[in-house]
């Protein structure tokens, strides 16, 4: 009897654990079911774009004007992402190499501790407050000092855009920098070099390809980023190639006018065709900087 | 031998001088907001609706939304955020679906924020009818973080020891109980911070509410889930970029206030974060 009442309660314990391992299990592939929804939920709603307009006059069309007649041209789109990225990066690398370089092996560590926090302060700064102090304190900086009739351009965006990606390339970067093995470093000093030498003839390289991975993800970063953008580029879809004038990126694209179309036409589609394409291009970024960063955690 | 240590001297000076610059830019951006709108900050301006098309009045309405858009968060995020950790520190095998959890958790906090807006426009909003309310504007916020509360959960249950564990299964503890009456409390202080940091994201955020929730103007208070809210993001947009005349202080002024509750999240994560070290460490 008394034996029967315990593997009663033993099999309910069972069940129990069971259901609780199942819903847990559930919880944990939460990230696969969002990432297929998102990948699932942009292709069926730009399924109409796909269809109905011409993917060769898409991807090499030099028009966007989805309102006035309908010319749905991407070029003007990737070249004003891929300006105000490649500003943005030209700053924002040696600048975050700098100071990731000098956290991560030069500062002392009381220093260290008060720069991490405030390099991290910078990360939780949200795009449109940067967005907006960038309206009032860059755009007119550059209007004036270039003398032009209006401060909302590429340069603008590009280095907000550089100051917004430096908390992910310096985190990253310096990640990489202290996984360099100490064993290295000591070999260097043992053979007479300075610490200076060593930094940069042993550590930098050896650091390298995580400290390429953290520009990419920077990348990532600066390419999906969409507020900042939109109030300081100018929102002017034309084919430019000079950083003083606007420009209007992908995102920025998306943002403006979705307010403005009619649910499931032509143009709605269109804007989910063009957030596909920035969800495949920064899931590609990410995909290619994870490996880079699996590799150094297993130096 | 002399030039060498010179050149040593002159990089560090000049590294220094670079961390310098960022973060002067840092802490000007911090106090150059402070000086500006701390004059627009009043006891009406945070519990008076907006009045004259939004040019004078208060900004209550945005800084209620937010609030509520950060409770909806919460509730969404959390509990699943915490539970995609446990599984993934307590429950999962080293195998390829692990692998393949860890790939999208990185892209998920890789997808653009505009792009969680389509999506959540597309499934929320639309699929499933939702409509632009609370509802469809704290669920896309939820998904947005969820790799932040996941990621630090995760680093969270880590740091607790694995004798803790072997001791209470020995006690005779189911895994469960290890779970809820060991492990969790242990690592509550790093859940907290991870918490914490991504709910501060998420009421900056902009893009992903502007086609789920954010009311151009709304000066009513939201009546239920589905109602539409005015937000404090969307609310500086909209001031600093698509109303004409918009008074600068009062724009200045939501700046601020945006930024005092984005820093108050992160504050709390880091006290929170250096207490537990610090415990740790007198252990």
């Known amino acids: 009897m008394e034996k029967l009442k315990k593997s009663k ?8 654990a069971f259901l609780i391992s199942r819903f847990i299990f559930i919880n944990g592939i939460i990230s696969i079911v969002v990432l297929g929804l998102i990948l699932a ?23 966007w004007s989805p309102t006035v007649n309908e010319k749905f041209g991407f ?6 992402s891929l300006e105000v990225a490649f500003g943005a990066i030209i700053i924002a690398v040696p600048f975050s190499v700098g100071v990731a370089i000098y956290i991560g092996e030069l500062a002392p560590r009381p220093v260290r501790e008060i ?10 700064l949200p795009s449109v407050v940067l967005g907006f102090i960038g309206l009032k304190t860059i755009v007119p900086f550059i209007k004036n000092f270039f003398n032009l009739s209006i401060g909302l351009t590429a340069l603008s965006g590009s280095i907000i855009l550089a100051f917004m990606s430096m908390p992910t390339i310096i985190s990253i970067s310096e990640d990489a920098i202290n996984a360099v093995p100490n064993r290295l470093r000591n070999a260097s000093l043992a053979l007479g070099a ?3 030498e060593t930094t940069y003839k042993i550590v930098v390289p050896t650091a390298s390809s995580g400290i390429l991975a953290a520009i990419m993800l920077g990348l990532g970063r600066i390419i999906g980023e969409t507020m900042a953008v939109l109030m300081i580029t100018g929102n002017s879809p034309r084919i430019v190639f000079s950083w003083l004038q606007p420009v209007r990126t992908i995102t920025a694209t998306i943002a403006a006018e979705m307010g403005e179309t009619v649910q499931g036409g032509l143009h709605y589609s269109a804007l989910f065709a063009i957030g596909l394409i920035l969800f495949l291009v920064t899931f590609l970024i990410n995909f290619t900087s994870d490996r880079f960063v699996n590799r150094i955690r297993n130096l | 031998m002399k030039r060498k240590n010179l050149i040593q ?24 907001v402070i000086i500006k709108g701390w004059p627009a900050l009043s006891w009406e301006f945070i519990t008076q609706k907006p009045a004259a098309g939004m040019r004078e009045g208060g900004i209550f309405p945005a800084i209620l939304g937010t609030l509520y858009l950060i409770i909806g968060t919460i509730i969404f995020s959390l509990p699943i955020g915490i539970f995609a950790a446990i599984y993934l520190n307590e429950y999962a095998s080293k195998n390829r679906l692990t692998r393949i959890i860890r790939l999208s958790i990185v892209n998920v906090s890789g997808v653009p924020s505009v792009v969680f807006g389509l999506f959540g426009l597309g499934f929320f909003v639309i699929f499933l009818n939702f409509g632009k309310s609370i509802l469809a504007g704290s669920l896309t916020l939820a998904l947005l973080i969820l790799p932040v509360i996941i990621t630090a959960t ?6 607790v020891p694995n004798s803790y564990r072997q001791a209470s299964l020995a006690l005779g503890a189911t895994k469960w109980q290890t779970i809820t009456k060991i492990t969790l409390p242990q690592a509550l202080p790093g859940i907290i911070t991870g918490s914490v940091i991504g709910i501060g994201r998420a009421a900056g955020e902009t893009a992903p509410i502007i086609f789920t929730v954010a009311a151009f103007s709304q000066p009513n208070l939201p009546n239920s889930i589905f109602s539409q809210v005015m937000a404090l993001p969307y609310h500086l947009f909209v001031l600093a970029t698509q109303l004409p005349n918009a008074p600068e202080d009062m724009q200045w002024g939501t700046a601020l206030v945006l930024l005092i509750m984005v820093l108050f999240f992160a504050t709390i994560g880091t006290v929170v974060r250096t207490r537990s070290r610090l415990r740790r460490v007198n252990l």
């Open chain 2, 9 to 32: 001297k002159f990089w560090n000076y000049f590294l220094l001088f670079v961390t310098f610059i960022v973060v002067v830019f840092v802490l000007g951006i911090i106090i150059y």
């Open chain 2, 154 to 159: 995760e680093e969270a249950l880590k740091t």
């Open chain 1, 9 to 16: 309660k033993s099999k309910f314990r069972t069940f129990k």
């Open chain 1, 75 to 80: 070029v003007p789109l990737m070249v004003g």
């Open chain 1, 115 to 124: 720069l991490k926090p405030i390099i991290e302060v910078l990360a939780t």
């Open chain 1, 194 to 196: 300075n610490k200076w």
């Open chain 1, 41 to 63: 939920f942009l292709v069926y709603n730009s399924i109409k774009f796909f269809s109905s307009y011409p993917f060769f006059s898409f991807i090499t069309g030099t028009r």
